[in-house]
C-alpha cells in the first residue's frame, strides 16, 4: 500500500456546521456508498491537521525533552506520565465536566420518575393541576434523557479521539527513538518488543482516556445518589450503598493484580512476537532446516504461559462483568432487606426510584469504575513499558565535520572500544590511521578481527572507550548484507535524491547493474519486496552500492561489496566504481578479496582489534611480513610497479585503463552532482495491497472459532448457564412489580397522610426475592468466567493454527507478504482476541440477555406496549444492518492500514546503520508519520461511525421512552402504580441498554474481523505433499546421485522462469562447484532442490523423483548452508541444536571445525552464551560459520553451500573448505560461490548464465577451452591466480587419471596431499582409506612425485601398508 502517492478526500468534517457535527450527517456520504460496494482506501477521509502524526509527537517529544532535562537537574528519573499530563490535561479536564453533566442528567431521571409514578398512584384523587404537572414531568423526563444521549456520546467521541492522539503521539516517539538506539541499548531491546510497545501497549491509551473520568465521577455520583435515597426512603439506603463501598474497594484491590499480570504478561507478548519476527525472517533457514515441528512446540509452550497470565486477568475481567450484571440487584435486595429489619413500609413509587437510582449508578460505579481501575493499571504498566524503551541509550549526534582548511578527512588516534563494556577484551585496541581525499584504505584480516567495527566506529555507532576519531565529510555507507526497503529499484538508489538521468545511467553502468534491470520484468521500476524479492544476493549488493554511489558523498565506507559477486562483477565494480568513480573520494573497503589490494593506497591488516600491520603493498615483503601467508598470493612484478615505500599514493588506475574509456577514467563520475541539501525528495515506498475479505462475517467464523476446542456440550452448558442468570434476574423484576402492586391493594387512603395497613407477612417476599438474587449471582459469575475461558481457549487454538500453517506455507508467501502484514496477525489481531474480543462478546451477550428479560417483563406487565416496541426493533435492526455494510470495510481497512506501519518498522531497523549513515533518519520519520496518518484516517472513521450509530440509536430511544411516558399517564386510569413504575423504570434502563446492546453487536463484528484474518492465515495454501507418500529407502539418498532432466523453475505461477530446461547428472559423492554471474539462477537451483516452488521437469535423488516425495523427508536428507546467515536470539547451543538432539562433545567438535570453538570459549557463558537478536553480537562470518556447523551437526547425505563462506577471509575459507572435504568425503556436495579458488578441486564444475546451465564438465577440461565461460572467469581474477589456479587444476586432473587407471585392478587404501590440501580431496572418491604418516608420505613425495600414494590389495591389514612404506 503506497501512502506516499495515495490521493485522499478533505475530511467533510472541517466544513461541516453545528448541526452536522452533532447528528455525524457529514459521514452520510461514506454510508452511501458502502452500502453500494466494498469501500477502498481512496474512500477514506484525510487526516485532520490536528490529528497529524508528525504534529502530535513533536509536541509530546518537547513535554518529554522537557521533563528529562528537569529529572537530570534533579537527579531523578524522569516521568513519561507528567509529560503526558503536561500535554493533555486541559483538554481532557474539558471533557470530563461533560461526563460529570451528563451523570447529573442521569441521577434527576429517577427523581422525575418516581414523580410520575406518585401520580398514577394518587390518579383518583388528582386534580387536571397535578396532571398538568405529570406531563411536565414526563416532558422532563423525555428531556434528561434526550440532553444525556448527546453529551454521552459528545464525551466518548471526543475522549477517543484524544485515546488516538496520545497513542500516536507516544508511537511517533517510539519510532523516533528507535532510529536513534545505540548499539549496547539495541541489545537490550528487540523488533518484537517494539512492534509489542506499538501494537499492543499503545492500545491501552485508546482505553484508559474513555474511562479515566469515572475514578471521579463514579464515587461522585455515589454520593448524591445516597443524599436522595436518604431523602426518599431513609437510613435504610446505607446498606445498598455499603454494598456498593465494599464492591469498589474490592475493584480497586484489583488494580494491583492487573498491573501486575499486566506486565507479566507483556513481557511473554515480547518474546512470542520477537520468534516470530525472528522465524519469519528465517523461514528460508528453517524449512531447509526442517524446524518446523520444533518451532511449533516452542511458540506453542510460549502462548501456553501468555495464556496462562491473560486467563488470569480475564478471570478477574469476569468478575467485574458478573458484579455489573448481578450487583444493582445485590443492593436493591439489602437495601429492601434493611427497611424490613427497620420496620419501614415504602410505596411503589419508592420502590421505583430506589431501582432507578441503583440502575443509574450501574454503568458509572459498577461498569466504568472498575474498567477504569483496571485499564489505568494496565496503561501504567504500558506507559513504564514505553518510558524505559524511551530512556535507553541514543548514539550521539554525528554532524558532518569539516577541519579548519576545508578539507575532508578520515584520522582515528590510538582507538580502543568495546561493544560490551562487561568484557574485559576491547572489539578494537590502539587504532590509528589517517585517509585523505583520493585515497582508498583496504582493511583485510581473518573473521571477527574487527573490520567492521572499526567501519561502526566511524560511523559513530561503536563509541570510544579511548582515543579520538574525525571524520570529516559527508558519509556513504554500504553494509555487508545489503539493505533494501520494500519500493521500486530506482526509489532503492535514489534514496531520497532527485532524479537525474544522466547521473543515474552513470551510476548504473559503474556498478554493472545495466544487464540485470533488463532482465527485470519492469527494470528499474520493479518492486521489491521486503526482503529484496526478486533481487538475487548480488543484485542487492550492487544496488546497495549504487544508492551510496549516487549520494555523491565525500567518504564512502564499503563493508565487503564484492564478497556478493561473481569475479568479472567483482573486478567490474572495483575497476569502475571503486577506482573511477570514486576516485576522488575518500574510500575505506573492507574486503576479503586480496588480489585488489595492489591498487589500495593503504593495507589495513586487523587481528583481534589490533593493526597486525600497516602500509602499502610494497611495503609488506620489505617489512619482513610473510605477505604470502597473509595474502595466500605473491605478485612481484605487480608490486614492482606499485609506489615506493612510505608514500600513500592515490589510487592506481593505469593497470585497467583498457577495460574503461579514458575519457571517463579522466573525470569523476559524479563531479556535476548537487549537494545533499539542494536535491532532497520524498524517499518512495510501495507495498502491495494487503487482500481484504468483503461481505458478512458468516456463522461459519463464528462456529470455527467457537468448537474449535471447545465441546458443543460445554457451549450448550454456556447457553444454559446464561440464560438461567437472565431468567432470575428477570423474575426479580417482576416480582417486585407484584410485591409493589400488594402494597398499592392494601394501602388505606380513607383520610390523613397515607398511613399504611399491613395485612401481610413480607418474609414469603423477600425469601422468593433472595433466592432469585442468589440464583442471578451464581449464574452471572458462572456465566461470565466460563465465557472467558471457552473465548481465550478458541483464541489459543486459532493461534497455534496459524502458527502450523505459517511455518509449512511456501516461501513464495513471504515474498509476497512483508513482515509487517505478518506480524500485525500475531501482534494486533491476537491481541484483539485475547484482551477485547472475550470482553465485548461477554458484554454483549449481556445486554443482549438483558434486553430480552426486560422486553418479556414489560410485554408481560402491559401488553400494549408490544406497539410501540415492534416499530423500534424494525428500525433498531434496519439501522444496524445499514450501519454495519460499511463499518465492516471500515474495520478491515483500520486493520489492514496497521500492517505498513509494522513493516516499515521492521524494514528501518534492519537498516539501521545506513539510514543513519546517510543522515536520512527525518526522511524515515516522515514516512511513518505518513503510514501512522493513514491508519489514523481508517480509525477516525471507526470513531465518528460509532458515534453515528449511537447518537441515531439513542435519540430514537429518546423518542420511546416520550411515548411509553405519556401513554402511561393518559392511561393512568386502566393502570397500577406497580405496572407504570415497572415499565417507566425499565424503559429507562432499555434506552441505555438497548443501543449498547446493538453497539456491542457491532463490536463484536468488527473483532470477528481480527478473528477472521487470523482465521485466514490458518487456512493460507501449503507446501504440497507435506504430508508422508512415499516410503523412502532406508539407504536413501546413499547409493545414487542427482539427476536433472529439463528442469525449469520459476518462484510464482505468472512470473518467467529463473531456470530454463537445465538438464544434469550429479554422480553420488560427487564435489561439484556451481559458478556464473550474479542473477544466473544458481540460489534458484537450491530453490528447486529443496522444492520452495514446485520445478518443471524431473530432479531425481537416488533416482526417486523429488515430487513424490513428503517434503519433510526431503529437506530431511540434505543440509545447506545459506547465503545470509540466520540466527535466532538465545543460547548459541539452540542455535546449534534446536532440536537438542545433540550431546555437548558433539557441539563443540562442530565448532572446532568451522574454526570458531576458541571465539566461542571466550564468551562469558560459552555454549550457553545469550545472542543477540538475529546474531548482531557476531560478525557476519562468524554468523556463516555458525550455521555451517549446524550443516556439518546433521550429517546429511547431500550438503549445499550456497556462497556460506563470502564474508570469510581466504586462509579461513581454506581451512574450512579443507574440513568439509573431510567431513563430507562421502556426501555430495554442491557449492556455490564466486570464489573460484574453493571449488577448483571440485570434481565437476557447473556454469550457470541467464538460467540456462552453459557448462558443465571437469575443471582443467573447462580451462583449456578458452572460449569456455568458465576459463574467461578465471582469467578475471588476474594473470598471477589464473596461472595458479589453472595448474592447480592440471594437477588434480593427472591425479584423477591415474587413480582411475590403478583401481581399475585395486582398491586405494590412501592418499596424502603433500602440496598443503591434506588427505581430505581424495577422502571422498574412495571407500577404503587408511592412515599413514605425514613423514612418511613427505619423504615419498621428494623422491618419486608430488603426491605420495601407497596402493595395497584390499585383504592387507594397516600393518602391511605400513610396511609398503618402508
Known amino acids: ?786 465465557m472467558f475461558y471457552v473465548l481465550l481457549k478458541s483464541s489459543k487454538t486459532v493461534h497455534e493454527g496459524m502458527v502450523m500453517t505459517i511455518l509449512r506455507a511456501p516461501v513464495l508467501f513471504f515474498d509476497r507478504n512483508p513482515i509487517g502484514r505478518i506480524l500485525n496477525r500475531f501482534s494486533s489481531d491476537t491481541g484483539y482476541m485475547d484482551d477485547l474480543l472475550p470482553q465485548i462478546f461477554q458484554e454483549f451477550i449481556q445486554a443482549f440477555l438483558l434486553v430480552t428479560g426486560v422486553v418479556g417483563v414489560m410485554v408481560a406487565v402491559i401488553p400494549w406496549i408490544l406497539i410501540p416496541l415492534v416499530p423500534l426493533g424494525i428500525i433498531f435492526y434496519v439501522l444496524r444492518r445499514y450501519f454495519s455494510e460499511t463499518s465492516r470495510d471500515v474495520k478491515r481497512l483500520e486493520c489492514a492500514t496497521r500492517s505498513p506501519v509494522f513493516s516499515h518498522l521492521a524494514s528501518s531497523l534492519r537498516g539501521l546503520w545506513t539510514i543513519r549513515a546517510y543522515k536520512a533518519e527525518q526522511k524515515f520519520q516522515n514516512l511513518f508519520d505518513t503510514h501512522q496518518d493513514l491508519h489514523s484516517e481508517a480509525w477516525f472513521l471507526v470513531l465518528t461511525m460509532s458515534q453515528w450509530l449511537a447518537v441515531y440509536l439513542d435519540v430514537i430511544s429518546a423518542i420511546f421512552v416520550t411515548v411509553v411516558a405519556f401513554v402511561s399517564l393518559i392511561m393512568a386510569e386502566t393502570l397500577d402504580a406497580g405496572q407504570v413504575g415497572l415499565v417507566l423504570s425499565l424503559t429507562v434502563t432499555l434506552m441505555g441498554m438497548l443501543q449498547w446492546c446493538i453497539r456491542q453487536s457491532v463490536e463484536v463484528e468488527n473483532m470477528m474481523v481480527s478473528v477472521q484474518r487470523v482465521t485466514e492465515y490458518r487456512y493460507l495454501e501449503k507446501e504440497p505433499l507435506w504430508i508422508y507418500r512415499r516410503k523412502v529407502p532406508s539407504l536413501w539418498p546413499n547409493a545414487r546421485g542427482i539427476r536433472f532432466d529439463s528442469v525449469s523453475f520459476r518462484p510464482t505461477s505468472d512470473s518467467p522462469p529463473i531456470l530454463k530446461d537445465l538438464t544434469a547428472v550429479i554422480e553420488s559423492r560427487e564435489k561439484v562447484g556451481i559458478v556464473g554471474r550474479t542473477g544466473a539462477g544458481k540460489s534458484s537451483l537450491i530453490a528447486a532442490l529443496f522444492r520452495f516452488s514446485k520445478p518443471a521437469g524431473k530432479i531425481r535423488i537416488n533416482e526417486i523423483s523429488t515430487t513424490a516425495l513428503n517434503l519433510e523427508e526431503l529437506r530431511m536428507n540434505m543440509s545447506t548452508v545459506p547465503q545470509e546467515p540466520v540466527l535466532f536470539s538465545g543460547a548459541m547451543r539452540k542455535n546449534l541444536d534446536l532440536c537438542n538432539v545433540h550431546e555437548d562433545e558433539e557441539l563443540w567438535d562442530a565448532l572446532e571445525e568451522v574454526q570458531l570453538k576458541k571465539a566461542i570459549e571466550d564468551l562469558p557463558g560459552k555454549m550457553d552464551s545469550e545472542l543477540a537478536e538475529s546474531g548482531l553480537n557476531l560478525s557476519v562470518g562468524q554468523r556463516q560459520l555458525v550455521c555451517l556447523a549446524r550443516a556439518i551437526l546433521k550429517k546429511s547425505q547431500i550438503l549445499i553451500i550456497d556462497k556460506a563462506t563470502s564474508n570469510v577471509d581466504p586462509r579461513t575459507e581454506e581451512l574450512i573448505q579443507k574440513k568439509i572435504h573431510e567431513k563430507f568425503s562421502h556426501c555430495t556436495v554442491l557449492t556455490i560461490t564466486h570464489r573460484l579458488n574453493s571449488i577448483i578441486d571440485s570434481d565437476k564444475i557447473m556454469v550457470l548464465d541467464s538460467g540456462r546451465l552453459e557448462e558443465h564438465d571437469e575443471p582443467f577440461v573447462l580451462l583449456q577451452n578458452r572460449d569456455s565461460l568458465f576459463y574467461k572467469m578465471v582469467q578475471q581474477l588476474g594473470e598471477a591466480e589464473a596461472a595458479a589456479l589453472t595448474e592447480r587444476a592440471k594437477q588434480l586432473s593427472l591425479l584423477q587419471e591415474k587413480l582411475s587407471t590403478w583401481t581399475c585392478s585395486m582398491e586405494l587404501v590412501l592418499v596424502a596431499h603433500v602440496s598443503g590440501e591434506g588427505v581430505g580431496f581424495l577422502l571422498g572418491r574412495f571407500s577404503c582409506v587408511a592412515a599413514v604418516p605425514d613423514s612418511s608420505a613427505r619423504c615419498i613425495a621428494s623422491a618419486h612425485s608430488p603426491l605420495a600414494i601407497i596402493l595395497k590389495h584390499s585383504a592387507l591389514s594397516n600393518s602391511s601398508a605400513h610396511s609398503a612404506w618402508n
Open 1 to 786: 500500500m503506497p501512502p506516499v502517492s495515495q490521493e485522499v478526500k478533505t475530511n467533510p468534517l472541517q466544513k461541516a456546521n453545528f448541526c452536522s457535527r452533532l447528528f455525524v450527517w457529514w459521514l452520510n456520504p461514506l454510508f452511501k456508498i458502502g452500502h453500494k460496494r466494498k469501500l477502498e482506501p481512496e474512500d477514506m477521509y484525510s487526516v485532520l491537521p490536528e490529528d497529524c502524526s508528525q504534529r502530535l509527537g513533536e509536541e509530546l517529544q518537547g513535554y518529554w525533552d522537557q521533563e528529562v532535562k528537569r529529572a537530570q537537574k534533579e537527579a531523578q528519573e524522569p516521568s513519561l506520565m507528567k509529560a503526558i499530563v503536561k500535554c493533555y490535561w486541559k483538554s481532557y479536564l474539558i471533557w470530563g465536566m461533560f461526563t460529570f453533566l451528563e451523570e447529573g442528567t442521569r441521577v434527576v431521571q429517577p427523581i422525575l420518575l418516581g414523580k410520575i409514578i406518585s401520580y398514577v398512584e394518587s390518579y383518583h384523587l388528582a386534580d387536571s393541576a397535578t396532571l398538568h404537572e405529570a406531563y411536565g414531568y414526563a416532558a422532563g423526563l423525555s428531556t434528561c434523557v434526550l440532553v444525556w444521549a448527546i453529551l454521552h456520546h459528545l464525551y466518548f467521541f471526543h475522549i477517543q479521539r484524544m485515546g488516538m492522539r496520545l497513542r500516536v503521539a507516544v508511537c511517533h516517539m517510539i519510532y523516533r527513538k528507535a532510529l536513534r538506539l545505540s548499539s549496547s541499548a539495541m541489545g537490550k531491546t528487540t523488533t518484537g518488543q517494539i512492534v509489542n510497545l506499538l501494537s499492543n501497549d499503545v492500545n491501552r491509551f485508546d482505553q484508559v482516556t474513555m474511562f479515566l473520568h469515572y475514578l471521579w465521577v463514579g464515587p461522585l455520583q455515589a454520593i448524591a445518589v445516597t443524599a436522595l435515597l436518604w431523602m426518599e426512603i431513609g437510613m435504610s439506603c446505607l446498606a445498598g450503598i455499603a454494598v456498593l463501598i465494599i464492591l469498589m474497594l474490592l475493584q480497586s484491590s484489583f488494580g494491583m493484580l492487573f498491573s501486575s499480570l499486566r506486565s507479566k504478561t507483556a513481557a511473554l507478548t515480547d518474546d512470542r512476537i520477537r520468534t516470530m519476527s525472528e522465524v519469519i525472517t528465517g523461514i528460508r533457514t528453517i524449512k531447509t532446516c526442517v524446524w518446523e515441528e520444533s518451532l511449533d512446540c516452542l511458540i506453542f509452550n510460549m502462548r501456553k504461559k501468555e495464556i496462562y497470565k491473560i486467563l488470569r486477568s480475564s478471570c478477574l475481567r469476569g468478575m467485574n462483568l458478573a458484579s455489573f450484571f448481578a450487583v444493582s440487584k445485590i443492593m436493591i435486595f439489602v437495601t429492601f432487606f434493611a427497611n424490613v429489619l427497620l420496620n419501614n413500609l415504602i410505596t411503589a413509587s419508592q420502590v421505583f426510584v430506589v431501582v432507578t437510582q441503583f440502575e443509574a449508578l450501574r454503568f458509572s460505579c459498577i461498569f466504568y469504575f472498575p474498567m477504569a481501575v483496571e485499564k489505568v493499571a494496565e496503561a501504567f504498566v504500558s506507559i513504564r513499558r514505553i518510558k524505559n524503551f524511551l530512556l535507553l541509550d541514543e548514539i550521539r549526534e554525528l554532524l558532518p565535520q569539516l577541519s579548519s582548511d576545508g578539507k575532508m578527512i578520515v584520522n582515528m588516534q590510538d582507538f580502543t572500544a568495546f561493544w560490551n563494556k562487561a568484557s574485559e577484551t576491547p572489539t578494537l585496541q590502539g587504532l590509528s590511521f589517517t585517509v585523505r581525499p583520493g585515497e582508498l584504505l583496504a582493511v583485510v584480516g581473518p573473521v571477527g578481527a574487527g573490520k567492521s567495527s572499526l567501519l561502526s566506529a566511524l560511523l559513530g555507532e561503536l563509541p570510544p572507550s579511548q582515543g579520538k576519531v574525525s571524520v570529516h565529510g559527508r558519509i556513504a555507507y554500504v553494509s555487508q548484507l545489503p539493505w533494501v526497503f520494500s519500493g521500486t529499484v530506482r526509489s532503492n538508489i535514489l534514496f531520497g535524491k532527485k532524479y537525474e538521468k544522466g547521473r543515474y545511467e552513470k551510476v548504473i553502468k559503474a556498478c554493472a547493474l545495466e544487464e540485470d534491470l533488463q532482465l527485470l520484468e519492469n527494470g528499474d521500476l520493479t518492486e521489491i519486496g521486503d526482503g529484496g524479492t526478486p533481487l538475487s544476493g548480488g543484485q542487492k549488493a550492487r544496488v546497495s552500492l549504487a544508492r551510496a554511489v549516487y549520494q555523491d558523498a565525500d567518504i564512502y565506507l564499503l563493508d565487503d561489496p564484492l564478497s556478493a559477486v561473481d569475479a568479472g562483477v567483482s573486478r567490474h565494480l572495483f575497476e569502475q566504481c571503486i577506482c573511477q568513480a570514486l576516485h576522488e573520494k575518500i574510500t575505506i573497503l573492507v574486503t576479503h578479496q586480496l588480489q585488489y589490494l595492489k591498487d589500495a593506497s593503504q593495507i589495513l591488516i586487523l587481528k583481534d582489534g589490533r593493526i597486525m600491520q600497516k602500509g602499502t603493498y610494497a611495503e609488506f615483503p620489505k617489512s619482513g611480513v610473510d605477505f604470502e601467508d597473509i595474502l595466500l598470493m605473491e605478485e612481484k612484478e605487480e608490486a614492482e610497479s606499485s609506489p615506493g615505500p612510505g608514500t600513500p599514493s592515490l589510487r592506481n588506475r593505469t593497470s585497467f585503463e583498457s577495460s574503461v574509456q579514458s575519457q571517463q577514467a579522466s573525470e569523476p563520475l559524479l563531479k556535476d552532482a548537487a549537494h545533499e541539501d539542494e536535491d532532497i525528495e520524498n524517499i518512495q515506498v510501495a507495498q502491495s495491497q494487503e487482500s481484504r475479505l468483503k461481505g458478512n462475517i458468516g456463522f461459519e467464523t463464528y462456529k470455527d472459532y467457537f468448537t474449535d476446542e471447545t465441546h458443543s456440550s460445554v457451549i450448550i452448558f454456556l447457553t444454559l448457564v446464561n440464560i438461567a442468570a437472565q431468567v432470575a434476574y428477570s423474575l426479580q423484576d417482576w416480582w417486585l412489580q407484584d410485591w409493589a402492586n400488594e402494597q398499592s391493594v392494601l394501602h388505606d387512603t380513607l383520610f390523613g397522610k397515607g398511613n399504611v395497613i399491613v395485612t401481610f407477612d413480607p418474609v414469603w417476599y423477600f425469601t422468593v426475592y433472595s433466592v432469585l438474587t442468589v440464583g442471578t449471582i451464581l449464574f452471572g459469575i458462572s456465566g461470565s468466567l466460563l
